[in-house]
């Protein structure tokens, strides 16, 4: 089983500021198999990006991915209020999908 | 529009199996690039993927939950289940169900969207 680690845990960042937040793998992932999820309090998770850099229909172009092998990063360029959220990496190796912990972006 | 509804008990007893139901709508659940499947999330925590089926009955399941899930799928009332059985306290949170794209060759991609609003189900006595 692959296992994704998040960091940091918690963001805390004020609006039109840029969030970067890590994804790291215990082994090489198929960039096409890596996704990030925004979710809210009470909402259910939402897909921002797939395949490492697609943003998701409707997503807006503040958010980005990238990275390769075992390393991808989910930047936020200039964030809104509306941001505030706990961001989840996902990937599918093995049969398998499997997520991070999560990072908490705090707007102030 | 494509909305995902889960129904069912919120509450089982421990030992007791817990019988989820995903009704599909806006698109047929014999997409043939679509799987479907179910996430769940204990309160206060991270997501874990429980499995995925396709139309045909093909399926994958989480290798630590392999040994109680059963997912099934129910083509002509757009549906999918989930049943797991042997309930405990850990498995209490929120049941997701979702679409679980899943392509291969020159666009290869594995992605779960969209997801239904969740289902809270409780384990206690």
């Known amino acids: 089983e692959i296992v994704l680690t998040q960091s940091p845990g918690t963001l805390s960042l004020s609006p039109g500021q840029r969030a970067t937040l890590s994804c790291r793998a215990s082994?090489?992932?198929?960039?096409?198999?890596l996704a990030w999820y925004q979710q809210k309090p009470g909402q259910a998770p939402r897909l921002l990006i797939y395949?490492?850099?697609t943003r998701a229909t409707g997503i807006p172009d503040r958010f980005s991915g990238s990275g390769s092998g075992t390393d991808f990063t989910l930047t936020i360029s200039r964030l809104e209020p509306e941001d505030s959220a706990v961001y989840y990496c996902?990937?599918?190796?093995?049969?398998?999908?499997?997520f991070g912990p999560g990072t908490k972006v705090d707007i102030k | 529009q494509l909305q995902l509804q889960e129904s069912g008990p919120g509450l089982v007893k421990p030992s007791e199996t817990l019988s989820l139901t995903c009704t599909v709508s806006?698109?047929?659940?014999?997409?043939?690039?679509?799987?479907w499947g179910w996430t769940r999330q204990a309160p206060g925590k991270g997501l874990e993927w429980i499995g995925s089926?396709?139309?045909?009955?093909?399926?994958y399941y989480n290798p630590s939950l392999k040994s109680r899930v059963t997912i099934s799928v129910d083509t002509s009332r757009n549906q999918i289940s989930l049943r797991m059985t042997s309930m405990t306290a850990a498995d209490t949170g929120v049941y997701y169900c979702?679409?679980?794209?899943?392509?291969?060759?020159?666009?290869?991609?594995?992605?779960?969207?969209?997801w239904g609003q969740g289902m809270l189900v409780t384990v206690s006595s």
């Open positions: 979702m679409r679980d794209r899943r392509t291969d060759g020159g666009n290869s991609v594995r992605m779960l969207d969209p």
């Open positions: 806006g698109d047929s659940i014999s997409s043939s690039i679509y799987y």
């Open positions: 089926i396709y139309y045909s009955g093909a399926s």
């Open positions: 082994q090489s992932v198929s960039g096409s198999y």
């Open positions: 395949s490492t850099s």
């Open positions: 996902q990937q599918y190796g093995y049969s398998l999908y499997t």
